[in-house]
Nanobody, 128 residues
């Protein structure tokens, strides 16, 4: 079992930055791939980005490319989502997810149904 705890959300003005953290426990950090998802009010949860285990490769949804960066710190068992140039449309609850499947760790996963472990979410609100 893997426990994920997100932190770092809050209220920020458009153009500002936030860094979300996802602390993992309960399983070897080095065996996990991670994804970030978000869900705005009244909308379905959507993929934001992933960081796979193999080579630490990342990918992002088009709307955040060039603005968001995912990284992982094995010494702290923590994954980060650095969000820059925030826009009001980035307002959502952000979720960290993890999986230890060969596919997700090797290639990265885009679907929320591909991740077995989820955090509780953290609210990000971007004011205009």
């Amino acid at each position: 079992q893997v426990q994920l705890v997100e932190s770092g959300g809050g209220l920020v003005q458009a153009g500002g930055s936030l860094r979300l953290s996802c602390a993992a426990s309960g399983r070897s950090f080095g065996s996990l791939a991670f994804g970030w998802f978000r869900q705005a009010a009244g909308k379905e949860r959507e993929f934001v980005g992933f960081i796979r285990l193999s080579g630490g490769g990342t990918d992002y949804t088009d709307s955040v490319k060039g603005r968001f960066t995912i990284s992982r710190d094995s010494a702290k068992n923590t994954v980060y989502l650095q969000m820059n140039s925030l826009k009001p449309e980035d307002t959502a609850v952000y979720y960290c997810a993890a999986d230890d499947s060969a596919y997700c760790t090797g290639y990265g996963c885009y679907g929320d149904n591909e991740y077995d472990y989820w955090g509780q979410g953290t609210q990000v609100t971007v004011s205009s």
